[in-house]
C-alpha cells in the first residue's frame, strides 16, 4: 500500500522576497517500485517478483540506529601502513592546530548601499540588507568596527533624475558618494574606505560606458570620466579606488589622473576578472547584455591576461567577481602575482545562503563560514562579502578564529 508520504503536500515557509509554494510528489506504486511504462510486460512482472525485504522500508529512518555496542573487530591483522592521516584528525585539539587556513575580521569589506533620502529601506532581494540614510549608515559603520571590521565600500543608488548618457553626476565633488566619504571620515578618521568608479550607476542606460547611437559600448570616452570620477572621490577622502568596469586601459589612465593631481597615496583595487554572471542583480537592470566588456565565465586564460594587464598599469589589488564561481581563478591568479588578490561574494550568492537558511534547508552560519574559509583558502586576501558583520560576529565569539567543530 502506498503511504501517505507521497500523496501529503510540503509546505515550505513563506519568506518576503520569495514565493511560497507547495509541492506534491508522485505517487507509489503497490510495491513501492518505480517501474517504466515503456518496459515488456515480461520485464515488468519481474520486477513485481522481487523479494520485499530486499526494498527499503518506507518509513525506516534514514540513516540506521547506532549499534549500543561496538563492532566486534572483523579482522585478524591491522593493515600495515606507514601512515595513517587520521592520526592528526583524531581530536579537537589536534584538528585546531593543524588548521591550514584561518579568517579574521580584517579579511573583510563590508559592501554598503547608501541613498539620498534618510530612511533605511530593506532591499527585497537581500534579506537583511538595506539602503542606508545617513544615521543608519553611521549605525551600521559603527557596528562593524566593533567586531573588527574597519573596512568598507560604498554603493550608491543615484536617483533616476540626475543620471544621464555621459554620466556627469559621477563627476560632481558634492555628489552623495563624496559627501559620504567625508561624513564618515569625519566621523571615523581610521576608517578605510573603498569607493566604486563605475559609470553604470550614473548611466540612464544602465551600461558600464557611454553608449553610441548604434549601441556600441565607448572604451575611451567612457574612461575619460572614470579618471574624473577617480579623482574627485579621493579628493573626498577615499582610501581605495576601485576599478570596476572592465574597460581597456582604465587602471593606468586612473593611475596617471590620481599621481597628476597628488593622490600617489590613494590605492587602485581593480576588478580585473568581473564574470558576466547570473548572480548579480541587486536593483540595476539585469537584462542588459554586457558580454562585450565582461568576461565569458568559460573563460580562464582571458581572466589571466586581464590581470596582469591591470598589474602591468599600476593596479594594487587585484579583485575576482563572483567569488564562489571563480575560486579556481582566485588560485590561478595568487600563483601568478605577488599582488594581494580580493574575492568579492555578490548578492546572489549571499541571498542563496540567506533563502536556504531561511527555508532550513542548510545551517546558515556554517555554510556562511565554509563559503569564506573557501575563499581564503584559494587565495583570497581580502573579501568583499555582505555576510561581514554576521561573520564577524561570529569570529569575535570564536576568539576571532573560526575552527570546524
Given at each position: 500500500?502506498?503511504?501517505?508520504?507521497?500523496?501529503?503536500?510540503?509546505?515550505?515557509?513563506?519568506?518576503?522576497?520569495?514565493?511560497?509554494?507547495?509541492?506534491?510528489?508522485?505517487?507509489?506504486?503497490?510495491?513501492?517500485?518505480?517501474?517504466?511504462?515503456?518496459?515488456?510486460?515480461?520485464?515488468?512482472?519481474?520486477?513485481?517478483?522481487?523479494?520485499?525485504?530486499?526494498?527499503?522500508?518506507?518509513?525506516?529512518?534514514?540513516?540506521?540506529?547506532?549499534?549500543?555496542?561496538?563492532?566486534?573487530?572483523?579482522?585478524?591483522?591491522?593493515?600495515?601502513?606507514?601512515?595513517?592521516?587520521?592520526?592528526?584528525?583524531?581530536?579537537?585539539?589536534?584538528?585546531?592546530?593543524?588548521?591550514?587556513?584561518?579568517?579574521?575580521?580584517?579579511?573583510?569589506?563590508?559592501?554598503?548601499?547608501?541613498?539620498?533620502?534618510?530612511?533605511?529601506?530593506?532591499?527585497?532581494?537581500?534579506?537583511?540588507?538595506?539602503?542606508?540614510?545617513?544615521?543608519?549608515?553611521?549605525?551600521?559603520?559603527?557596528?562593524?568596527?566593533?567586531?573588527?571590521?574597519?573596512?568598507?565600500?560604498?554603493?550608491?543608488?543615484?536617483?533616476?533624475?540626475?543620471?544621464?548618457?555621459?554620466?556627469?553626476?559621477?563627476?560632481?565633488?558634492?555628489?552623495?558618494?563624496?559627501?559620504?566619504?567625508?561624513?564618515?571620515?569625519?566621523?571615523?578618521?581610521?576608517?578605510?574606505?573603498?569607493?566604486?568608479?563605475?559609470?553604470?550607476?550614473?548611466?540612464?542606460?544602465?551600461?558600464?560606458?557611454?553608449?553610441?547611437?548604434?549601441?556600441?559600448?565607448?572604451?575611451?570616452?567612457?574612461?575619460?570620466?572614470?579618471?574624473?570620477?577617480?579623482?574627485?572621490?579621493?579628493?573626498?577622502?577615499?582610501?581605495?579606488?576601485?576599478?570596476?568596469?572592465?574597460?581597456?586601459?582604465?587602471?593606468?589612465?586612473?593611475?596617471?589622473a590620481l599621481d597628476a593631481e597628488g593622490f600617489q597615496h590613494v590605492s587602485i583595487m581593480s576588478y580585473s576578472v568581473k564574470y558576466t554572471s547570473s548572480l548579480y542583480g541587486r536593483f540595476r537592470k539585469v537584462e542588459l547584455d554586457k558580454k562585450t566588456y565582461q568576461i565569458n565565465p568559460a573563460n580562464s586564460r582571458e581572466a589571466l591576461l586581464e590581470a596582469r594587464e591591470d598589474e602591468s598599469e599600476g593596479a594594487d589589488i587585484l579583485m575576482v567577481k563572483p567569488a564562489l564561481a571563480s575560486l579556481d581563478i582566485i588560485r590561478l591568479l595568487k600563483d601568478q602575482t605577488l599582488l594581494p588578490i580580493g574575492a568579492c561574494q555578490v548578492s546572489g550568492e549571499y541571498s542563496m545562503i540567506?533563502?536556504?537558511?531561511?527555508?532550513?534547508?542548510?545551517?546558515?552560519?556554517?555554510?556562511?563560514?565554509?563559503?569564506?574559509?573557501?575563499?581564503?583558502?584559494?587565495?583570497?586576501?581580502?573579501?568583499?562579502?555582505?555576510?561581514?558583520?554576521?561573520?564577524?560576529?561570529?569570529?569575535?565569539?570564536?576568539?576571532?578564529?573560526?575552527?570546524?567543530?
Amino acid at each position: 500500500m502506498a503511504s501517505s508520504m507521497f500523496r501529503s503536500p510540503c509546505k515550505i515557509p513563506g519568506m518576503k522576497g520569495f514565493e511560497q509554494k507547495s509541492y506534491v510528489g508522485r505517487k507509489a506504486t503497490s510495491c513501492n517500485i518505480r517501474t517504466n511504462p515503456f518496459r515488456s510486460t515480461e520485464v515488468a512482472c519481474q520486477l513485481q517478483k522481487i523479494d520485499s525485504t530486499l526494498i527499503w522500508p518506507v518509513h525506516a529512518p534514514e540513516v540506521p540506529p547506532v549499534p549500543s555496542k561496538p563492532a566486534a573487530p572483523v579482522i585478524d591483522q591491522p593493515l600495515l601502513l606507514s601512515r595513517r592521516a587520521r592520526r592528526n584528525r583524531k581530536c579537537p585539539i589536534q584538528r585546531d592546530a593543524f588548521q591550514e587556513t584561518n579568517i579574521s575580521p580584517p579579511n573583510f569589506i563590508y559592501p554598503l548601499f547608501i541613498h539620498e533620502g534618510e530612511v533605511d529601506i530593506p532591499i527585497r532581494t537581500m534579506p537583511g540588507r538595506y539602503m542606508l540614510g545617513r544615521d543608519g549608515l553611521i549605525e551600521e559603520v559603527a557596528s562593524a568596527r566593533d567586531v573588527g571590521v574597519n573596512s568598507i565600500m560604498l554603493y550608491p543608488k543615484v536617483p533616476e533624475a540626475l543620471k544621464s548618457p555621459t554620466g556627469e553626476e559621477a563627476l560632481n565633488d558634492n555628489g552623495l558618494v563624496p559627501r559620504t566619504v567625508r561624513l564618515l571620515k569625519e566621523r571615523f578618521p581610521d576608517l578605510v574606505i573603498y569607493t566604486d568608479v563605475n559609470f553604470d550607476e550614473y548611466s540612464s542606460s544602465g551600461h558600464g560606458g557611454i553608449v553610441r547611437e548604434d549601441g556600441v559600448i565607448l572604451n575611451d570616452e567612457t574612461i575619460h570620466q572614470l579618471r574624473k570620477q577617480a579623482v574627485s572621490q579621493a579628493r573626498a577622502g577615499a582610501d581605495v579606488v576601485c576599478t570596476s568596469e572592465m574597460l581597456d586601459g582604465r587602471v593606468g589612465a586612473v593611475r596617471a589622473a590620481l599621481d597628476a593631481e597628488g593622490f600617489q597615496h590613494v590605492s587602485i583595487m581593480s576588478y580585473s576578472v568581473k564574470y558576466t554572471s547570473s548572480l548579480y542583480g541587486r536593483f540595476r537592470k539585469v537584462e542588459l547584455d554586457k558580454k562585450t566588456y565582461q568576461i565569458n565565465p568559460a573563460n580562464s586564460r582571458e581572466a589571466l591576461l586581464e590581470a596582469r594587464e591591470d598589474e602591468s598599469e599600476g593596479a594594487d589589488i587585484l579583485m575576482v567577481k563572483p567569488a564562489l564561481a571563480s575560486l579556481d581563478i582566485i588560485r590561478l591568479l595568487k600563483d601568478q602575482t605577488l599582488l594581494p588578490i580580493g574575492a568579492c561574494q555578490v548578492s546572489g550568492e549571499y541571498s542563496m545562503i540567506k533563502a536556504a537558511g531561511h527555508l532550513k534547508m542548510i545551517d546558515e552560519e556554517k555554510v556562511m563560514m565554509e563559503s569564506l574559509i573557501c575563499m581564503r583558502r584559494a587565495g583570497a586576501d581580502l573579501i568583499l562579502t555582505y555576510f561581514a558583520l554576521q561573520a564577524a560576529t561570529i569570529l569575535c565569539g570564536e576568539n576571532r578564529k573560526f575552527v570546524f567543530k
